[in-house]
């Protein structure tokens, strides 16, 4: 089932609260990916991380944040400063061969609801 | 900038009938376009993917085209069945392959 796993599949948060996303490898891969989907879009790529203990900034990732201390692990932490958080999450993951070409896959997604 | 734009972004098209989604990028470094299916409520998956050292690539009923020139790169669906319908991506990676990037989806849908 592409060994990716997010937890939880649904997760509620009141406003002005932390909340932790988790996704957890056993491929062995080495570059893991954040992608926020909304409602009838497309994947907008919040943060991504190549190898252990380095992460970059993605096209939106103001309000959350990513920890890479080990290589099956990259949570993404969804702060109070993101203004708009509910949607739905996707974390992905890859093999790196130094040329890109390999194949993502994708863990099965967090629906995040601020209410 | 860093950007991949997909048309369109939502197509009917008769059962039997074929399907084209189109996707241009910015970045003439990027060497690997791959194309997801996403099922309502599931995740993405890989249904084809094309490197750039070959112009055409072919799988039963779902090929994808890359012209590098003109930096764009299609996915072609013949003999469309009620399974088709879906939400199909296209993707390039950037900033020295590193980062993956998603057109904004077509919403493919097959009428009986």
């Known amino acids: 089932d592409g060994g990716i796993t997010q937890s939880p599949k649904y997760l509620f948060r009141k406003e002005g609260q932390n909340v932790t996303l988790s996704c957890e490898q056993n491929?062995?891969?080495?570059?893991m990916y954040w992608y926020r989907q909304d409602p009838g879009q497309g994947l907008r790529l919040i943060y991504y991380?190549?190898?252990?203990?380095?992460?970059q900034k993605g096209d939106i990732a103001e309000g959350y944040s990513v920890s890479r201390e080990k290589k099956e692990s990259f949570p993404l932490t969804v702060t109070s400063a993101q203004k708009n958080p509910t949607a739905f999450y996707l974390c992905?993951?890859?093999?790196?061969?130094?040329?890109?070409?390999?194949?993502?896959?994708f863990g099965q997604g967090t629906r995040l609801t601020v209410v | 900038g860093e950007n991949v734009e997909q048309h369109p972004s939502t197509l009917s098209v008769q059962e039997g009938d074929s399907a084209v989604i189109k996707c241009t990028y910015s970045?003439?470094?990027?060497?690997?376009f791959p194309w997801y299916k996403q099922e309502l409520g599931k995740r993405p998956q890989l249904i084809i993917d094309?490197?750039?050292?070959?112009g055409e690539k072919k799988d039963q009923r779902i090929a994808v085209t890359l012209n590098k020139t003109a930096k764009h790169f299609s996915l072609h669906i013949t003999e469309t069945q009620p399974e088709d319908s879906a939400v199909y991506f296209c993707?390039?990676?950037?900033?020295?392959?590193?980062?993956?990037?998603f057109g904004s989806g077509t919403r493919l849908s097959i009428r009986p």
């Open positions: 992905a993951s890859r093999p790196w061969t130094g040329g890109g070409n390999t194949e993502a896959f």
């Open positions: 491929l062995n891969h080495d570059a």
């Open positions: 991380s190549q190898i252990v203990n380095d992460f």
């Open positions: 970045d003439s470094a990027s060497n690997y």
């Open positions: 094309i490197r750039s050292n070959v």
């Open positions: 993707a390039a990676p950037y900033s020295s392959a590193s980062k993956i990037i």
